[in-house]
């Protein structure tokens, strides 16, 4: 049973910093690309960065560009995101996903999601 467990969301200042995991488990996570994206409230889901299975291609939004890091760690089946510099519309939903293809930016190209966690940041 595949499983993406996000965490570390939270509330936070402008300009301030998070560091979100994503614990995934029931499938070979070295052998997925790994992304995330994020859906504000009345708006629709977005992407945000994603990383090849052996991180050496690596996406970012160019909303995140220069302030967030993408990362993951084989052995511990995590993927991170460092989020700095936090603006008020970074506040979304963050979701962990997983895809078996090529690295991409697009949605349907994810076949794993998790169930999101909130980032809230005030200004």
């Known amino acids: 049973q595949v499983q993406l467990v996000e965490s570390g969301g939270g509330l936070v200042q402008a300009g301030g910093s998070l560091r979100l995991s994503c614990a995934a488990s029931?499938?070979?996570?070295?052998?997925?690309?790994m992304g995330w994206f994020r859906q504000a409230p009345g708006k629709e889901r977005e992407f945000v960065s994603a990383?090849?299975?052996?991180?050496?291609?690596?996406y970012y939004a160019d909303s995140v560009k220069g302030r967030f890091t993408i990362s993951r760690d084989n052995a511990k089946n995590t993927v991170y995101l460092q989020m700095n510099s936090l603006k008020p519309e970074d506040t979304a939903v963050y979701y962990c996903?997983?895809?078996?293809?090529?690295?991409?930016?697009?949605?349907?190209?994810?076949?794993?999601w998790g169930q999101g966690t909130q980032v809230t940041v005030s200004s």
């Open positions: 996903a997983a895809s078996s293809h090529r690295i991409s930016m697009t949605e349907d190209s994810y076949d794993n």
């Open positions: 029931g499938f070979t996570f070295r052998r997925h690309v």
């Open positions: 990383i090849s299975w052996s991180g050496g291609s690596i």
